[in-house]
């Protein structure tokens, strides 16, 4: 159950994801040709400011953006509410920041 | 009780967007904790990245790309019906946006395979 | 193969509860039939026990709105040909609302959130002024008289999804009444009805999922008018910020 400023802030994070998933979906298919190492992808991304980033920016919108619309199928599909609603959908986007924000970290700090 | 008759095709866009949402939400973590393993465990990254050469796996891969593609394409959509003026063809944009989106994921199954 | 349908099998929700009971009734089917001509041979020759609502049986004031096959429908306005080729029918009151009798759904909630969404005039001027002319021209005033004829027959209410998963949710038929004020020139509620809209069971609730637009009797388009709302609280939202 959205107000004004959930949908705001899902309706914003998605805006800022737009060119970052185009993005992230042209270096996907860029990348994948001749298959995938992991040295291959440290090799890129590694000290790299710029994918830090690229990528750091996306795990901050998803991680809003994703815990929003659980919300939202939580509420609908499964009926909950108050402070059991909140605490998942808190709980969603701190679980997919902390994991997201390794990740990032893992691939690009040296 | 049975519900409303739903084969219109704005309630079935409604429905895969919701779907891809959901499916991509509960596919990052598991993205993110394999990621992270760059750090901790590399060669297991590896063994995974080897492992995911397999055609199968390029086939979920190509699915993967289709639900992100098709949730943001969808997800434009409803922000121009809802931010830009009114346009009478959500149907047709509709059907665009799966399209699109199932262009750039075939696009990525034709180089990874 | 067989004879042409002589008699139609028809299910019917009995009971002041959602579910309570199905009865099975034998209907004689005719050429040309709607399926508010069943319901009421039904309680006329079979079961007078049976009730459900009904007024102009023309297709105007929408008392007979029900679920027919799973959709919500005019009953009057339903061939039965058109909705039952194999000479069957399920009927059950409106979804989404509760029951009071078998296929009598209580239409309060539904009129509560008409209300609760500032679905009434608020009065810009009182009998002492001169009469204001509307433009019928008027960008505004065309947008506003897209959505004016809604009779409020709930049909909407009862197809959309969001309702049925969210009870706070105002609903397709409250909204675009709200925003049919919001566009009448006349209309003094501006900041109460943008207020209405952006609670909890407002227009952000919205899927856009259009079962509303689709269902709706009257061709009306509630799913525009939401876009519209949403479009200007958003605006309203960037407002406030700089006035913070």
């Known amino acids: 159950m959205l107000d004004l400023r959930l949908y705001m802030l899902q309706r914003l994070s998605a805006l800022v994801m737009a060119p970052l998933v185009l993005g992230h979906l042209a270096v996907m298919i860029y990348a994948i040709q001749g298959g995938l190492s992991t040295a291959e992808i440290l090799g890129r991304t590694q000290g790299s400011v710029l994918w830090f980033a690229f990528y750091g920016l996306f795990v901050f919108a998803v991680s809003l953006h994703a815990a929003i619309g659980l919300r939202v199928i939580i509420h609908e599909w499964f009926g909950l509410k108050g402070p059991v609603l909140s605490l998942l959908t808190w709980g969603a986007c701190a679980g997919l920041l902390v994991l997201g924000l390794r990740a990032v970290f893992a691939v690009t700090v040296p | ?113 | 193969m067989t004879a042409a349908q002589e008699t139609l099998d028809v299910t019917v929700h009995r009971g002041t509860t959602r579910g309570a009971r199905y009865d099975s009734f034998q209907v004689p089917a005719h050429a040309s039939q709607t399926v508010l001509d069943v319901v009421s041979w039904i309680q006329q020759f079979a079961d007078p026990t049976l009730s459900y609502r009904f007024a102009c049986r023309v297709g105007m004031c929408g008392s007979c709105a029900m679920m027919v096959n799973g959709t919500p429908r005019w009953t009057c306005r339903t061939h039965v040909k058109k909705v039952a080729a194999d000479g069957k029918l399920m009927i059950e009151p409106l979804r989404n609302l509760p029951v009071i009798k078998d296929l009598a759904a209580d239409m309060d909630p539904f009129f509560d959130k008409w209300t609760a969404a500032q679905g009434q005039h608020h009065p810009s001027q009182t009998r002492h002024d001169p009469i204001e002319p509307i433009d019928p021209v008027d960008p505004l005033r065309v947008e506003a008289d897209l959505g004016v004829e809604c009779i409020n027959c709930a049909i909407c209410y009862a197809a959309c999804d969001t309702v049925a998963g969210n009870p706070d949710y105002l609903g397709p038929a409250a909204l675009q009444r709200a925003w049919t004020l919001l566009n009448d020139s006349r209309d003094d509620g501006r900041g109460a009805i943008l207020d209405a809209v952006s609670g909890t069971g407002g227009c952000h609730n919205c899927h856009s999922m259009g079962s509303c637009t689709q269902y709706c009797p009257n061709e009306l388009n509630p799913m525009r008018a939401i876009a519209g709302l949403k479009r200007e609280t958003a605006k309203s939202f960037f407002k406030g910020k700089r006035n913070a």
């Not at chain 2, 919701?18 to 990052?28: C, E, I, Q, T, V």
């Not at chain 2, 992100?68 to 830009?84: D, I, Y």
């Open chain 2, 1 to 113: 009780m049975k519900a409303p008759a739903r084969s219109h095709p704005l309630w079935l866009a409604f429905v895969l967007h919701r779907l891809s949402g959901l499916a991509l939400a509960l596919f990052l973590p598991a993205h993110f904790w394999l990621l992270s393993q760059a750090l901790t465990n590399p060669s297991r990254l590896d063994g995974f990245l080897a492992f995911a050469e397999m055609p199968l796996v390029k086939l979920s891969e190509f699915g993967l790309v289709f639900l992100l593609a098709v949730h943001m394409f969808g997800g434009l959509r409803l922000m121009a019906l809802e931010f830009l003026p009114w346009s009478d063809r959500q149907k047709t944009l509709a059907a665009g946006a799966v399209g699109v989106a199932f262009l750039i994921s075939t696009t990525f199954f034709l180089k990874a395979v």
